[in-house]
């Protein structure tokens, strides 16, 4: 596609269920990110793929969080057990290659943990 | 560690000058970046330095990089109602000579008044 595509973009769930985000990013970029924007904060990095190399999950808040990453495109975060503090925007990027200057973001997932 | 600082508001008038600061913690990145977020909307990048520049300038943006404080501005000219948003610092630590993932302030709020 022409941009980074999120689904869904809106997103109510129950506490204590799972909840999968996906993240298309522009096609022929090697890298991806996740990132956190709660309300009145910055953006918190969740999570960074680059071509074959293993995650940087270094961001990730907790085990109840996890991504994958499949065929070097689409990409999915998982929340299990969502939790109210788990409500913000998630946002993914892309990037051409881990030198190219431009990271390009999707609209984000707005997640609402009721 | 890694972190980026920023104010979090600006209010100036229609037609002056706005700067908006950051300071940052990694002397490695390679680049840093200023993103721009309109409500509602995903984060679009506005301009970008490379390290080994003090300045840039590009139309009505103006960015300024001190290595030495590891302190970066962007400098709007003749500001407009249009401008309002939240401005977000970012930073590419380089590990082993390869970027790793975007680390990001909390954003300024920018406001325009008429």
């Known amino acids: 596609g022409a941009g980074v595509s999120q689904s869904p973009s809106n997103k109510v769930t129950e506490k204590g269920k799972d909840v999968e985000l996906r993240c298309d990013p522009i096609?022929?970029?090697?890298?991806l990110y996740w990132y956190r924007q709660s309300l009145g904060q910055g953006l918190e990095f969740l999570i960074y793929?680059?071509?074959?190399?293993?995650?940087?999950k270094s961001g990730l808040p907790s085990d109840r969080f996890s991504a994958e990453r499949t065929g070097g495109s689409v990409s999915t975060l998982t929340i299990q057990r969502t939790q109210q503090e788990d409500s913000a925007v998630y946002l993914c990027a892309s990037n051409r290659d881990r030198r190219n200057t431009e990271a390009f973001f999707g609209q984000g997932t707005r997640l609402t943990v009721v | 560690g890694e972190d980026v600082e920023q104010s979090l508001f600006l209010s100036v008038r229609e037609g002056d000058s706005s700067v908006i600061n950051c300071t940052y913690t990694d002397s490695s990145s390679t680049y840093l970046y200023w993103y721009k977020q309109e409500p509602g909307a995903g984060l679009q990048l506005l301009t970008y330095i490379f390290s080994n520049m003090d300045m840039k300038q590009d139309q009505r943006l103006t960015v300024l990089l001190n290595k030495k404080d590891k302190h970066l501005s962007l400098r709007i000219a003749d500001t407009q109602t249009g401008d309002s948003a939240i401005y977000f610092c970012a930073e590419s630590p380089n590990y082993g000579g390869s970027q790793g993932n975007l680390i990001f302030g909390k954003g300024t709020k920018l406001s325009v008044k008429p």
């Open positions: 096609s022929g970029h090697t890298a």
């Open positions: 793929f680059q071509g074959n190399s293993a995650p940087d």
